[in-house]
């Protein structure tokens, strides 16, 4: 017996009978050489198994692409895709409570900002309201963008709106209201108020205005005012799409337009256009959604008040009187019997003497007697200076009341016929920016006053410049008969540096300003008879000092300076033993000495430097000249202007 068969191990045997081999263990190892049959080998993988393994890793990658272009997709549709935000509508008009409205005019959103009524009890009033549902425009938007004609006194709470006949009238809170003369009503309060600011209902405000308007209800509610009137760019809506806030898909959507809808085209960007909608929105579209793109002209039928004027068959040659006393009255056949082609004299006459509205006058019924039998019209003056008030806070004190603008008009006047003066200059030269609404009422109410006594009225001005504005010529070309430029006073005793009174582009500038707001039949150009002595020195360090972080102090010398008449002046040049010599730029003789530690420089008013003014008033076919003042001038100038204005 073999070891198994001692040690009792199991057999297997054949069919006949004979053992079989024993399997060897499954741990054990195969003897090298050995066939595996059916058995993987050790360490190795089937084709199926690495199929498998393949196919995972191409579905993960496939994954990972399909995470980065998803994610790409989104950074990019973030960055470039359409937003479907809409924009908050009561922050983009600007209304905060129920009874405020939206105010569209003229395709540009009115904000609460752009409200600023004068002594408004807040800084920033709702530009609209709605009162017992009537549709209300704060004054200062109707002043500034619709009809700057309607006047609203603050102090006295009266509305006013002047025509050419005198002026409407109504009071706070009334249906009721006075057309010059007539009492009228309203089936509406035709203002409101809240506080100092005032709301004027929009029908009214049409009435007397070239204008429509629609209110569109909605979140918010919107007027939508049209007063421009004229071409204007339109385009038609190719498709459904959106107006949005500003340029761009991003921007917050303001409203939908649907296809065929037209917008006015405000600007060209390109991509996008600003556009204006029918019911009051101001944004932005894309250019691809637009189409038919052209100019349209809109009108609407409406009277406007015609303003007559007094208008003299002759060029005026006026020349300011400047009258400081009853007995300088005396001298008017001295001062104009060297005189030749004069039409008018301007004595200084009237000044306001308080602020209440009072006015002091030296007026002469003898002096426009003798003027009138020199064939020399009056035309009184009215200034604001030179009497008992003299400052821009006075001047608006009296301006700003109607009550006082009123005594104003009726002593004036009374004055101007008692003495029987042919006209009214108004000299008014302390207008300050805040007092601009007030002085323009002013002038169309004494203006009215005037024509219905057939007075002759004429304003003066200062060369219009940015800060001088609110002096309103085009308002003053329409309702006065003619209005003067004062083209001297170009350099004074308060300008840092020597200069010209009045340069040959001082007046050239103005006049050609002037022009753009009245035309040149109504407009009166002012010219010196007068120059201005300039002594120069050097400023010292201690003044400098004191300059310091100021204009001043980049000025390294101070001035000091005297008006002289014209002999006068070329006296002072000849007793200097100086020698003039023309200024092609200024086109003026100019000489400057040594002397009292300084230098003297002054630019001359002569014929020859007269002559080269008058030649630009001429050309620019003006109505006329004036002259500052009678007496300054030279025995010569007479001839001279005699031959350019008539």
Not at 45 to 50: G, H, I, N
Not at 233 to 251: I, L, N
């Amino acid at each position: 017996m073999d070891e198994r068969e001692r040690k009792g191990a199991p057999q297997r045997r054949t069919a006949a009978g004979g053992a079989l081999r024993r399997r060897p263990d499954r741990g054990a190892q195969r003897p090298a050489g050995s066939s595996p049959g059916n058995r993987r080998r050790p360490g190795r993988k089937s084709s199926r198994a690495r199929r498998r393994q393949r196919n995972v890793v191409i579905r993960v990658l496939i994954l990972i692409v399909l995470v980065i272009v998803a994610i790409g997709g989104f950074v990019i549709w973030k960055k470039y895709g359409s937003s479907d935000e809409k924009a908050d509508l009561g922050q983009y008009y600007e209304v905060d409570t129920d009874n405020d409205i939206a105010v569209v005019v003229n395709n540009e959103v009115v904000r609460k900002s752009d409200a600023l009524a004068e002594g408004a009890e807040s800084a920033d009033p709702a530009p609209g309201k709605i009162y017992d549902g009537q549709y209300y425009i704060e004054y200062s938007v109707v002043r500034e963008r619709i009809n700057s004609r309607f006047y609203w006194d603050a102090n006295e709470n009266v509305l006013l709106y002047t025509l050419p006949g005198g002026s409407v009238s109504v009071a706070v809170g009334s249906k009721e209201y006075t057309d010059i003369t007539e009492k009228k009503s309203e089936d509406y309060v035709i203002l409101k108020t809240e506080g100092r600011t005032a709301y004027i209902a929009l029908p009214f405000i049409q009435a007397y205005t070239n204008m429509d308007y629609e209110v569109y209800d909605g979140q918010p509610v919107r007027a939508v005012v049209t007063s421009d009137w004229g071409e204007t760019r339109t385009a038609a809506v190719k498709r459904d799409t959106e107006v949005r806030y500003q340029g761009g898909v991003k921007s917050p959507i303001l409203t939908e337009v649907k296809k065929s809808d037209k917008v006015t085209v405000l600007e060209d960007e390109s991509d996008w256009m600003k556009v204006g909608t029918e019911d009051g929105f101001v944004g932005y579209i894309k250019t691809s959604a637009l189409k038919d793109i052209g100019t349209e002209t809109t009108s609407r039928e409406f009277e406007e008040p015609v303003y007559s004027n007094i208008k003299k068959d002759y060029t005026i040659n006026m020349a300011w009187h400047n009258v400081t006393n009853t007995t300088a009255n005396s001298y008017v056949l001295e001062m104009i019997a060297g005189t030749k082609g004069l039409t008018t004299i301007a004595p200084t006459w009237f000044s306001l003497s308080d602020t209440e509205g009072n006015v002091s006058s030296i007026a002469d019924s003898s002096y426009v007697n003798y003027a009138h039998q020199s064939n020399l019209e009056v035309w009184a003056v009215l200034r604001d200076f030179h009497g008992g008030i003299n400052s821009y806070a006075e001047t608006y004190e009296v301006l700003s009341y109607t009550s006082k603008r009123t005594k104003v008009i009726n002593q004036v006047i009374a004055e101007a016929l008692q003495s029987g003066v042919d006209g009214i200059n108004l000299d008014f030269e302390l207008i300050s920016s805040d007092c601009g609404e007030h002085y323009i009422q002013f002038v169309r109410e004494l203006s009215v006053k005037c024509r219905q006594n057939g007075l002759v009225f004429s304003v003066d001005n200062y060369v219009p410049q940015p800060y001088n504005r609110h002096y309103d010529l085009e308002e003053q070309g329409i309702v006065a008969d003619y209005v003067f430029i004062m083209a001297y006073d170009e350099h004074t005793d308060s300008s840092y540096e020597a200069g010209s009174v009045a340069s040959i582009s001082y007046l050239e500038n103005g006049i050609a300003d002037a022009l753009e707001s009245v035309p040149a039949e109504k407009l009166v150009a002012g010219i010196p008879f007068y120059t201005r002595l300039w002594h120069e020195t050097p400023k010292t360090a201690d003044e400098l000092a004191e300059e310091e972080g100021t204009e001043a102090a980049s000025y390294p010398n101070k001035f000091t300076s005297a008006a002289y008449g014209m002999e006068e002046a070329a006296n002072v040049v000849a007793d200097a033993g100086a020698q003039a010599e023309w200024d092609s730029e200024a086109k003026q003789n100019y000489a400057q000495w040594e002397g009292d530690g300084g230098t003297y420089k002054i630019w001359l008013e002569d014929s020859q430097s007269l002559e080269e003014k008058l030649k630009v008033i001429k050309e620019n076919k003006l109505a006329g000249v004036a002259e500052w003042c009678l007496g300054m001038e030279a025995s010569g100038v007479w001839d001279l202007i005699l031959q350019y204005v008539n």
